[in-house]
């Protein structure tokens, strides 16, 4: 589906098929000297639900076939956006984004109470704080940076393959209380092209229990690594597996060739972010989303 192909800049849905393209630039687009923004491994988790559900929430925007800006919606009424480089001070980019984002004929976002995350972007973030506009859930992104080898995380890990994958769904489960996530939906999530890049992996104590689980997004040599998700087992919490998953999240993307391994949690998690921090992970400045439309 696209729209407006006579436009500057054209708006689009691509189809599966077109999916790859989008996650490869996106990747390209993850620097350490930029916020955290929409990495393609938000996309690979959504894979879970399959391809055809993964390109209904994804948006391109481009000018003269070159891509400008990639918006997730992670929910119906949540888009999450990542913008390239060049664009950060892309001032007709930006209009046309906030023009898209509250027009629901344009199909991105709904009529109503609408939200955006956008993390980078200078000339989209300063009509974000314009009026209409209000602030929305605050995040705090982290960082660690891989100038020294990542210490060793006390459990033992295993990366997970076809066929081993029950503890891990077991482990994400219990941790989110997300008993929809089953075998199927991880054999799903892996035969994305974001997961080529990527890996599972569980955390076992002494005494072999499956204790905790990570995924690790890689955006290609030398750029940031992105973790989503990472969750300790409902039955084995205040054992400080939290931070030993975490440290080990780190090394996986270290030992793939990322720059540094990036997440964001909300900042009302506070216990999330005292974990990454005691795993070695900086907070970075917190961030809003923000919300057009009402409560």
């Not at 849905?13 to 990495?39: M, Y």
């Not at 976002?109 to 009026?131: F, I, K, Q, T, Y």
């Not at 921090?277 to 900086?282: D, I």
Request: glycine share 12%.
């Amino acid at each position: 589906m696209v729209w407006d192909r006579d436009m500057t800049i054209a708006l689009d849905q691509p189809d599966v098929d077109a999916l790859s393209e989008v996650i490869s630039e996106l990747g390209e687009w993850q620097h350490d000297r930029s916020p955290v923004q929409l990495h393609p491994g938000d996309i690979g988790w959504y894979w879970q639900f399959g391809g055809d559900a993964t390109a209904a929430a994804v948006r391109t925007w481009r000018r003269k076939g070159r891509l400008l800006a990639v918006g997730f919606l992670d929910e119906p009424d949540l888009i999450r956006m990542g913008i390239s480089p060049e664009a950060d001070h892309d001032q007709e980019l930006a209009a046309q984004l906030v023009s898209d984002f509250i027009r629901s004929e344009r199909g991105v976002l709904p009529a109503g109470p609408v939200h955006v995350e956008a993390r980078s972007g200078a000339a989209l973030a300063h009509l974000l704080d314009g009026d209409g506009w209000e602030p929305d859930e605050p995040w705090t992104p982290l960082r660690r940076g891989f100038e020294s080898p990542v210490e060793d995380c006390s459990l033992r890990i295993e990366v997970i393959t076809p066929g081993r994958e029950g503890d891990l769904t077991a482990v994400h489960r219990s941790s989110f209380g997300s008993e929809q996530f089953t075998d199927e939906r991880w054999r799903n999530l892996i035969s994305g092209p974001a997961y080529d890049n990527a890996r599972g992996i569980v955390g076992y104590d002494d005494r072999d229990n499956a204790v905790a689980t990570a995924t690790v997004w890689s955006a290609g040599e030398g750029r940031p690594g992105l973790i989503e998700p990472l969750g300790v087992h409902a039955e084995y919490r205040g054992h400080g597996y939290g931070r030993a998953i975490s440290l080990a999240a780190a090394a996986a993307l270290q030992e793939m060739g990322a720059s540094s391994a990036v997440v964001a949690t909300p900042s009302a998690n506070s216990g999330a972010v005292a974990t990454y921090v005691s795993a070695g992970f900086t907070p970075g400045p917190e961030s809003r989303d923000r919300r057009w439309g009402g409560a």
